[in-house]
């Protein structure tokens, strides 16, 4: 509810949810608040409002429905490919949809859907569509960070919103949405980034410089591997600008 309430024209939008929300006193309670609300809801939720079981619709020919109604909340049970309830407080049942599905051993065939079923396919279209999108190529990889189930979701959603957006900007490209997550990939896979800087030596010291025993001071800096022996130390040639131990750097200095 206090998501509503910047709201101000309430007659003129319509709050659609999915099972997880709708509820019958959630309904009531969005009835005295002046909002109108349409979504599928859970046997549990209902209210126990008196709709035919749904093994009882099951036996009748698909496109059947019951419904039931008090003075705020309509219900409505429908059997399509599975039983569908929707509960409302705006839409009704009327005028009944003819929509066409497939039924065994009759073909094709034009059955009746409640309007408010129709409302509620229009209304939470945009939702159904990111959720198909998004399980279709959602990530497999695991992990046990305890961010990385949001991290994946996140990028997996922006590649989807990305690809909506691309359609809407190029109706008439034909690229499907696997291609788009391809195309992604070999980009991604074409930059080339920065390599980060390895320590050790990055070119030689000049015989010059090296033998002429003049000036190489050690000095203590950051820890780094010796230029001779490889192991750790902090010691650095101030001239030759390479780490040294002192014994090694005896030797790196002498012919």
């Not at 990939?185 to 990055?202: D, F, H, N």
């Not at 090296?210 to 230029?227: A, K, P, T």
Request: net charge positive; aromatic share 10%; charged share 25%.
């Amino acid at each position: 509810m206090d998501m509503l309430q910047p709201v101000v024209n309430k007659d003129e939008h319509v709050v659609f949810f999915d099972n997880f929300f709708t509820s019958h006193a959630l309904m009531i309670d969005l009835t005295s608040n002046g909002f109108r609300a349409c979504g599928t809801i859970r046997d549990n939720c209902t209210g126990k409002c008196p709709l035919l079981s749904k093994k009882e619709l099951e036996k009748k020919e698909r496109g059947s429905y019951d419904y039931r109604s008090d003075d705020s909340v309509l219900c409505s049970r429908w059997n399509d490919n599975s039983i569908v309830t929707v509960a409302s407080n705006y839409y009704g049942v009327s005028p009944m949809q003819k929509v066409n599905r497939w039924v065994k051993n009759e073909g094709r065939k034009a059955i009746n859907q409640p309007h408010m079923i129709k409302m509620y396919n229009k209304g939470m279209g945009g939702v159904d569509v990111c959720d198909q999108m998004l399980s279709t190529y959602r990530p497999r990889l695991r992990s046990k960070k305890w961010w990385w189930n949001i991290w994946s979701h996140l990028l997996n959603l922006s590649i989807v919103a990305s690809f909506r957006f691309y359609q809407h900007v190029n109706p008439g490209s034909q690229i499907s949405h696997k291609d788009f997550r391809r195309e992604i990939a070999r980009t991604l896979a074409r930059i080339e980034t920065p390599r980060k800087r390895e320590g050790g030596p990055t070119s030689s010291v000049p015989k010059a410089i090296r033998y002429d025993n003049v000036n190489h001071f050690l000095q203590e800096f950051s820890q780094g591997r010796c230029y001779v022996c490889k192991k750790n130390t902090r010691l650095k040639c101030i001239k030759c600008e390479k780490r040294l131990h002192k014994a090694c750097s005896i030797n790196f200095h002498k012919k």
